[in-house]
């Protein structure tokens, strides 16, 4: 299991949200790519970055600064927001320092373009699988279907995904504590890794995690709370 540091990023700058609401936003820091250096210095072996305004309107907005981050640290990121067609996600896919790349929304609407791209790059396409009460939300969590994410996790079995994100959204940004049970049903009803999200506040929650079977677990906002230390966490979850 390994720990894996978020870089949320809204018109250039490091941010936090709560629940995925792009009203309640709380901007971290205005030099995304001072976060990844931090995160690469105390040990992470890969960065989630997630382009906010991309998620929103579909496209790769912050595509610059996330080209820069991934050129200034040495170790991979990974990469999802927005993309949802096949020029944006080969663009990212291109782009040195980028391991994989996150499919959401389109993962739900066009299987055809998932599979398209896991053909073409195998284990470099990871699934956000993003839910509200047990249900897939898409398009920037702002559209809630009536698809369960336990469902579309089982239809991804076969399509070569390098492993789902699970994200349970009334955890996100609350500092509240992970959905373990609704992570490890999901888990459980796969072959494909699952790396959780959301809701982490303490060392308690990476605890919680370890009956689990998990690649690993997103931290952002108990990072940038100090609620939890990347080393500490890191060094916890070594050989798990």
């Given at each position: 299991m390994i720990i894996i540091p978020a870089i949320d990023i809204k018109d250039s700058r490091c941010v936090r949200l709560t629940q995925g609401r792009m009203d309640s936003e709380t901007v971290y820091s205005t030099d995304p790519e001072?976060?990844?250096?931090?995160?690469a210095s105390a040990g992470a072996s890969l960065i989630h970055l997630v382009d906010l305004d991309g998620a929103l309107e579909g496209s790769a907005?912050?595509?610059?600064v996330i080209r820069k981050i991934a050129s200034s640290v040495d170790v991979p990121v990974q990469i999802g927001?927005?993309?949802r067609d096949v020029k944006t996600a080969e663009t990212y896919l291109c782009t040195p320092g980028?391991?994989?790349i996150v499919i959401g929304t389109a993962a739900c609407e066009d299987p055809d373009f998932l599979k398209a791209l896991t053909k073409k790059y195998p284990r470099r396409i990871a699934v956000g699988i993003d839910a509200r009460d047990g249900l897939v939300a898409i398009k920037g969590w702002v559209k809630v279907t009536d698809q369960k994410a336990v469902d579309l996790a089982r239809r991804l079995e076969g399509f070569g995904v390098a492993c789902i994100i699970y994200t349970d959204i009334s955890r996100d940004g609350m500092l509240m504590g992970p959905n373990v049970e609704a992570t490890r049903e999901l888990a459980d009803s796969v072959k494909i890794p699952v790396v959780a999200s959301g809701g982490m506040s303490s060392m308690k929650d990476i605890e919680a995690y370890k009956s689990?079977?998990?690649e690993g677990i997103i931290i952002g906002k108990a990072l940038y709370a100090g609620n939890i230390d990347l080393k500490e966490a890191?060094?916890?979850t070594r050989g798990l």
């Open positions: 001072e976060v990844a250096r931090r995160w907005r912050n595509y610059g927001g927005g993309i980028v391991k994989r689990v079977r998990l890191i060094a916890a």
